[in-house]
């Protein structure tokens, strides 16, 4: 897929991984994942969708990943750098990973979010992901985690 904005998104491939841990470790410097991490998941291409975003230069510069095993699906994660926020990128990631959730068959999609994080809060929210949740001092720094869940239309046909 093509966006003016980010100029593509596109899976990720293990060639991705150096330059999408070396952005974790920028953006996520308490919580980084091990860059092993990253290779562990694209070889669970039956459970995971990774993404990528490029800039029109060809430059990674937002990713994000799903997990998805029957009948929950969990955003791994989702990153943007802080120069193209506010931009649609993150949105745009989203919109994917759900849509390949609902593709999946999923009935939820789960995530787990900083308290201290209004802007991502704010974008699950406007999806409708609702706070279920509190992990507390989930996060190195002491931070809360929020556990939020989206629950997927029922598929046309689809019965209780």
Partial sequence: MTDRQTGQIRPMTTADVAAVNALEQELFPTDAWPEQMFHDELAQASTRCYLVA???????IAYAGLMAVQPIADIQTIAVV????????????????IDAARDRGMADVMLEVRSDNPRARALYERFGFEQIHVRPRYYRDGADALVMRLILSMRDGATW
């Fill in 54 to 60: 490029e800039d029109a230069y060809g430059r990674i």
């Fill in 82 to 97: 802080p120069q193209r926020e506010g931009q649609g990128i993150g949105t745009l990631l989203l919109t994917m990973l």
